[in-house]
């Protein structure tokens, strides 16, 4: 098997389950270094440690992904999920494809870029935590000056090495209405805050965003994702609280989006952020799209946007607005499922990819 298999393999066999990655960040922190790489570790909690590594001057091509994992799910696995088994073309395992095989094939690409002998680009690679969960991480990364300025951008995220162009933004919200709460056979003492939620709440269905659809994104999308109010049967409750789910375009201001959402739920609510990251859209003619077409990588075609959010929503922010492309060898379609798998042969030839693009830039 190649070195990047092998690498692969190697990480899926740590687990990182909502935690953990230190342990995947070390060995790939003394491969980076062993290549000649700056590399500085990002501890964002106890066994918790995220990397930035930096080659040569100038401003870099970023190659970013994640080291963390989502949990195995309450299903049995046919497949023990950290042995890395391999099934013909198969690479089974939790974070196979969501995205220790993109991780594993950028580093690989990152140290053949290097020690090279033609035209070589600065490279940074960032290597994340937590951004399973809202890409905590990375945000704590940025907010401690560790990662910035970007040529371009490589996220590495199961694409099946489709050269993705961006994904929609995510602003998760609850809703929070409070009351007075008294005993159930006497509702007029108190103030119902559960009548308060569902009144308001109910504008969410028809909310209209006040944007036009992206030509690619498609339309910008909310979802009331969870109710909760009251303590017990008999009682007036005194709160209640809705999630509500955003999914935005390019260019789409989030501050004015909330304000438009609060407005239209009314004054019998409140809004709080969970989370905040907005889109990511490169033009399909950027210098670096071509660069990673013409090494190999799958066309977009009719679907040049990923389903998910990436890491790229906060990285392309602090880099001030620098060409992203979502491209790795996973399978999307595998991420965070049972049975997780990689298709081999898509590692090495993510690495193909990355290094002819690099050497394309370079040139």
Known sequence: M???V??????????SVGGGEAAVAEPLA?????AGFDVREHRYAPGRTGLVARWGSGVPVVLTGHLDTVPLGGQAWAHDPHAAEVDGDRLYGRGSS???AGVAALVVAAERHVRGSGPRAALEVVLTVGEETGCEGAID??????????RAMLVAEPTANRALLGHKGA????????????????????DNAVYKLARAIGAVEGFDPGVPAHPWLGAPTANVGTVRGGINVNSVPDLAEATV????VAGQDHAELRERLGRALGEETSLEVLTDLPAVWTDPDDDFVQALLAAGATPPGDRPAASYFTDASVLVAASGGAPAVICGPGEPEQAHVTDEY???????EAVEIYTGALARLAS
């Open 2 to 4: 190649s070195e990047a």
């Open 6 to 15: 092998e690498l692969a393999r190697d990480l899926i066999r740590i687990d």
């Open 30 to 34: 003394r491969r980076l270094s062993a």
């Open 98 to 100: 969501d995205m220790k």
């Open 141 to 150: 990364m940025i907010a401690a000056g560790m990662a910035g300025e970007a």
């Open 171 to 190: 602003l998760w919200l609850k809703a929070v209405a409070r009351g007075r709460t008294a005993h159930g056979s006497m509702p007029h003492l108190g």
């Open 245 to 248: 789910d955003m999914r935005t």
């Open 342 to 348: 990689c298709v081999i042969s898509r590692i090495e």
